[in-house]
């Protein structure tokens, strides 16, 4: 393979930073790798990657230096020593506050820092359907954005180094919220003989309609305003108390819907009753 791009190199070799680097590699950038085992490397050695001994070295083979380790801590340990103009991107997962501080050390040895967070499966790293989002002085961002592009799309979310991280939290909040939804659904339906198989087509419908909703609700976000356009909170709330007294009765767990019941009668309680569904954020503002 001809690699004639920019030069790469990728600290953490687990099943993303693998991915990684074989996306780097594919895309014909020469690309240097470094793991603690270093054995997790030779598939990629095979490929055309050289296999650094050190982080330091590893650092030292390429302007742009890709993190994918456990944590923070972790990326702050193999980037000691100093960075010479080299850009840092930190794909390890790690709050904002730990983004910020890495930014801070990061430029302290000389380096600049891009914070970012992989939407994806390590499978689908390297097509456009792997969503990689970038937080972190845009220069910085748009030097290296046809470099980066051989990992999937790009965003870039803004220069406060902590913005990605930021969304990250926030996503995961979403998703978990989804899955727990559909598993908390599938144990109801359970109780009848329905399998999760056979309740799929109706939850994915849910799912649709529901993102449907979402531009909507974003904007009542933004101005503040919750007119009641599909329903009162009220409304909400006697469905709510519906599906908690049938969970108790089937014997299922009760506990999101109850959480849910619970958000919804303090927002009722702080005058919102006759306000729609969005109104629920100054809920999830509160600390």
């Given at each position: 393979m001809m690699h004639t791009g920019t030069p790469v190199t990728?600290?953490?070799?687990?099943?993303?930073?693998?991915?990684?680097?074989?996306?780097?590699?594919?895309?014909?950038?020469?690309?240097?790798?470094?793991?603690?085992?270093?054995?997790?490397?030779?598939?990629?050695?095979?490929?055309?990657?050289?296999?650094?001994?050190?982080?330091?070295?590893?650092?030292?083979?390429?302007?742009?230096?890709?993190?994918?380790?456990?944590?923070?801590?972790?990326?702050?340990?193999?980037?000691?020593?100093?960075?010479?103009?080299?850009?840092?991107?930190?794909?390890?997962?790690?709050?904002?506050?730990?983004?910020?501080?890495?930014?801070?050390?990061?430029?302290?040895?000389?380096?600049?820092?891009?914070?970012?967070?992989?939407?994806?499966?390590?499978?689908?790293?390297?097509?456009?359907?792997?969503?990689?989002?970038?937080?972190?002085?845009?220069?910085?961002?748009?030097?290296?954005?046809?470099?980066?592009?051989?990992?999937?799309?790009?965003?870039?979310?803004?220069?406060?180094?902590?913005?990605?991280?930021?969304?990250?939290?926030?996503?995961?909040?979403?998703?978990?919220?989804?899955?727990?939804?559909?598993?908390?659904?599938?144990?109801?339906?359970?109780?009848?003989?329905?399998?999760?198989?056979?309740?799929?087509?109706?939850?994915?419908?849910?799912?649709?309609?529901?993102?449907?909703?979402?531009?909507?609700?974003?904007?009542?976000?933004?101005?503040?305003?919750?007119?009641?356009?599909?329903?009162?909170?009220?409304?909400?709330?006697?469905?709510?108390?519906?599906?908690?007294?049938?969970?108790?009765?089937?014997?299922?767990?009760?506990?999101?819907?109850?959480?849910?019941?619970?958000?919804?009668?303090?927002?009722?309680?702080?005058?919102?009753?006759?306000?729609?569904?969005?109104?629920?954020?100054?809920?999830?503002?509160?600390?």
């Amino acid at each position: 393979m001809m690699h004639t791009g920019t030069p790469v190199t990728v600290l953490g070799l687990g099943l993303m930073g693998r991915a990684l680097a074989g996306a780097f590699l594919s895309a014909g950038h020469p690309t240097t790798v470094w793991n603690r085992t270093m054995a997790k490397a030779d598939a990629l050695v095979a490929r055309g990657a050289l296999l650094a001994e050190s982080p330091a070295a590893a650092i030292a083979a390429s302007p742009l230096v890709v993190v994918c380790v456990s944590d923070y801590d972790a990326a702050a340990d193999v980037l000691q020593g100093p960075l010479d103009g080299r850009v840092v991107v930190n794909l390890t997962s790690g709050t904002p506050s730990r983004a910020r501080t890495l930014a801070e050390e990061v430029a302290r040895s000389g380096g600049g820092y891009l914070d970012g967070g992989i939407l994806a499966v390590p499978e689908a790293v390297g097509t456009s359907g792997a969503v990689l989002a970038y937080s972190g002085p845009r220069p910085l961002y748009d030097a290296h954005e046809s470099t980066l592009g051989s990992l999937g799309t790009g965003l870039h979310l803004g220069d406060e180094p902590g913005l990605s991280a930021t969304h990250e939290m926030a996503t995961l909040v979403l998703m978990w919220g989804m899955l727990d939804g559909f598993l908390n659904g599938a144990a109801i339906l359970g109780t009848a003989g329905v399998s999760a198989t056979a309740y799929l087509p109706i939850a994915q419908t849910a799912i649709d309609t529901v993102a449907g909703w979402l531009p909507g609700y974003a904007r009542q976000v933004d101005s503040g305003s919750y007119p009641a356009d599909d329903g009162t909170i009220d409304t909400h709330l006697a469905a709510m108390a519906h599906v908690v007294e049938e969970s108790e009765s089937l014997g299922v767990n009760a506990e999101l819907p109850r959480l849910l019941r619970a958000l919804a009668e303090r927002a009722a309680t702080a005058g919102h009753g006759a306000s729609g569904f969005v109104a629920l954020v100054e809920q999830f503002r509160e600390p």
